[in-house]
């Protein structure tokens, strides 16, 4: 069982930096790739970055490639998404998920566990 709770989101202006993190539970997390998603209104719920267990291996939406980075600490139990140069279209509810598999991570179906999901709310 893998609990997750993510942080840090908020409001800011187009242009803008905001960090999130996702706080694990459980002595496995370094067991389990990480995925960040959001999902907007009215909107189909998007993958937006991976990280492998080991954090070795990465891979990111085509829309934030070169402004998001994403990292883990698995000593620390907690996965960061850096999001710079912030978007209008970055808006939405960001959830970060756990996965067991080391394929298809850009699929929800991939995924075990999720978090609650945080609010980004970038302004033009």
């Known amino acids: 069982q893998v609990q997750l709770v993510e ?18 539970s459980g002595r496995i997390f370094g067991d389990y790739g990480m995925g960040w998603f959001r ?3 009215g909107k189909e719920r998007e993958f937006v970055a991976y ?3 080991s954090g070795a291996g990465t891979s990111y939406a085509n829309s934030v490639k070169g402004r998001f980075t994403v990292s883990r600490d698995n000593a620390k139990f907690t996965v960061t998404l850096q999001m710079n140069s912030l978007k209008p279209d970055d808006t939405a509810v960001y959830y970060c998920a756990a996965t ?11 995924y075990d566990y999720w978090g609650q999901g945080t609010q980004v709310t970038v302004s033009s």
Request: glycine residues 18%.
């Open 51 to 53: 990280i492998s267990q």
């Open 39 to 41: 999902q907007a209104p």
């Open 100 to 110: 067991p598999v080391q394929w298809g991570w850009n699929l929800r179906t991939r």
């Open 7 to 24: 942080s840090g989101g908020g409001l800011v202006q187009a242009g803008g930096s905001l960090t999130l993190s996702c706080a694990a």
